[in-house]
């Protein structure tokens, strides 16, 4: 199975959202396995956004992001990076579709509510930044029978 990562940044967690993002990812079937609450700080979002590092509005994310606890999130599924990036919505929130977490909750570009992995190789390197090894659990919850075809496993 595939993980993927996800904050659920300060605007949610400040507009009292977090378990409407959490229970959507759970309704599709993908598996929690790892979660916790953090305040984050100037050198994990450092590197976390380095790849913004020489745009005009990296220290306003940088600030945006520290306002509050995040929660961290791993989710694990079949193709969970693209799944989550497709019911995450389009950056902008204003123009993600409805349906999506940012279509249905957001209103900016810049506190778009949410950010998930962009790849497979972005959410290892993410998992691993914001993770322990210790801190991510294998377990089985009996569905997978209900949630997939046997070759897609």
Not at 87 to 100: E, I, K, L, Q, W
Not at 119 to 125: C, G, N, V
């Amino acid at each position: 199975m595939e993980k993927t990562f996800v904050i659920i940044k300060p605007g949610m967690v400040q507009r009292g959202l977090i378990g409407e993002v959490i229970k959507r990812f759970e309704q599709k079937g993908l598996r929690l396995a790892g979660m916790k609450m953090t305040l984050l700080n100037d050198e994990i979002l450092t590197q976390h956004y380095a790849h913004l590092k020489d745009k005009p509005f990296f220290g306003q994310i940088k600030q945006s992001m520290c306002a509050c606890p995040v929660i961290l999130c791993c989710w694990e599924g079949v193709e969970a990076v693209q799944v989550v990036r497709n019911m995450t919505g389009s950056t902008n929130s204003r123009s993600a579709v409805p349906g999506t977490i940012r279509g249905d909750f957001g209103m900016s570009v810049q506190e778009n509510i949410i950010h998930s992995s962009d790849s497979t190789e972005a959410a290892i390197e993410e998992i691993n930044r914001f993770f322990l090894p210790e801190e991510l659990y294998d377990y089985s919850m009996n569905l997978s029978a209900y949630l997939y075809a046997d070759d897609e496993l």
